[in-house]
């Protein structure tokens, strides 16, 4: 076997467990898929947008070639956006792909990753996976606790990933507090912002990072094209940077780790403002509407500033798992998150009304048994 060759932190990966499918539930208890409700990995319940469908259909005409490697005009599309220059753009195959890089480009085996407890798993999966340490920060009231972060950081931290809005909680972290952070973190720390959820964020909480990456040689901010605008299944992403850490994250990703329709719907996307206030709405419109349900129901669940919310379901730490069980066997896909710590609690995705209607309705009929 080769594999005991291979590096034992490689070797002692836990797999990442993605939400299930509605093929596979389907599949599993003898369901029609028709009927299932996923709201499980925190994807737009509308989809795609028209205009990035329309641009992927004028794409493909050029799927016989490559993508352009340097995504220029997509990259162009950002900066314009953005205010920053082309070469403080990294793109990514998913956000998730420009944590990777960041682990990769900046931590050697043994050397420390500071993150927050209940934050997303990818940041333990990305540094294990360079044989990196991981300095795992006890969260407060469910969100980071920056003070406690910044006095984790050792002389031997390379690397600190921040998600606001967080996930699986969906706290959020005032402006003012990652200002202080950011000035007291030595700058031989790269720091991670990682805003999947930004544009879910109420216009009154939005803050300008970029003014962050302009000002701090060590910042790298992540944001995906996975949540507010619906292109999940794509996998497109970017990490906006200084170009020293922007150059060395492009030397070592894949020469075309975004895809060409990718590139295609994601401009659309980025141009097409209509459809993420849209979004927004509908998300404000399900967060009162699956709260208000939790509250009539005496649930206890964190206040989310994401689209989706994490509830307490039960006081035993088989709930999570039990009440995710009898939900899939009425057809509706939830996210347990006992692999975050938190086996009591499920994490919901926001979905349509007449989605989170269903959840609403299973979950009341399975609690009360
Ligand atoms: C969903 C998510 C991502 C990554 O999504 P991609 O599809 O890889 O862009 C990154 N960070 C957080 C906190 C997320 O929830």
């Known amino acids: 076997m080769p594999n005991q060759f291979a590096p034992e932190y490689v070797r002692a990966i836990a797999p990442y467990q993605a939400g299930k499918p509605i093929s596979e539930v389907a599949r ?21 947008p028209e205009s990035a469908r329309k641009a992927m259909q004028a794409a493909v005409a050029e799927i016989g070639r490559y993508p352009d490697a340097n995504g220029f005009a997509l990259k162009e599309a950002i900066a314009k956006r953005y205010a920053v220059p082309q070469d403080w753009i990294t793109l990514g195959n998913g956000s998730n792909d420009i944590l990777e890089l960041a682990a990769h480009a900046f931590v050697q085996p043994g050397q420390s990753v500071v993150f927050s407890q209940y934050s997303f798993i990818v940041y333990a999966l990305a540094t294990q996976a360079v044989g990196g340490r991981s300095i795992v920060v006890p969260a407060q009231k469910y969100g980071h606790d920056l003070d406690a972060m910044r006095q984790a950081i050792t002389s ?37 912002i990682d805003e999947a959820y930004n544009e879910y964020l109420n216009p009154e909480l939005q803050y300008e990072s970029t003014d962050w990456v302009r000002q701090y040689p060590n910042l790298l901010v992540s944001r995906t094209f996975s949540k507010a605008y619906g292109l999940a299944g794509l996998r497109v992403g970017f990490g906006l940077a200084q170009p020293p850490v922007t150059d060395l994250l492009n030397r070592i990703r894949q020469p075309f780790n975004v895809n060409s329709l990718a590139q295609a719907a994601a401009i659309a996307a980025l141009n097409d403002s209509a459809f993420l206030q849209q979004s927004a709405k509908l998300n404000t419109e399900g967060y009162t509407q699956l709260t208000q349900a939790f509250d009539e129901m005496k649930l206890e669940y964190v206040q989310s500033f994401g689209n989706f919310v994490l509830v307490k379901v039960g006081d035993d730490d088989g709930a999570g798992a039990r009440i995710n069980l009898a939900l899939l066997k009425k057809g509706i896909i939830v996210r347990p998150v006992a692999g975050y710590g938190l086996p009591q609690w499920l994490r919901v995705t926001i979905g349509l009304q007449h989605e989170n209607a269903a959840f609403i309705q299973a979950l009341k009929e399975v609690l009360s048994k």
Not at 38 to 45: D, F, G, R, T, Y
Not at 157 to 164: D, H, Y
Not at 179 to 185: C, G, M, T, W, Y
């Open 28 to 48: 599993e208890f003898g369901l029609d898929e028709a009927k299932i409700v996923k709201l499980a990995s925190n994807e737009n319940p509308l989809g795609m």
């Open 156 to 192: 031997d931290t390379r690397l600190v990933f921040i998600a606001n809005p967080n996930n699986p909680t969906g706290t959020f972290i005032a402006p003012q507090e990652i200002e202080v952070f950011l000035k007291a973190v030595p700058r031989n720390v790269v720091i991670v």
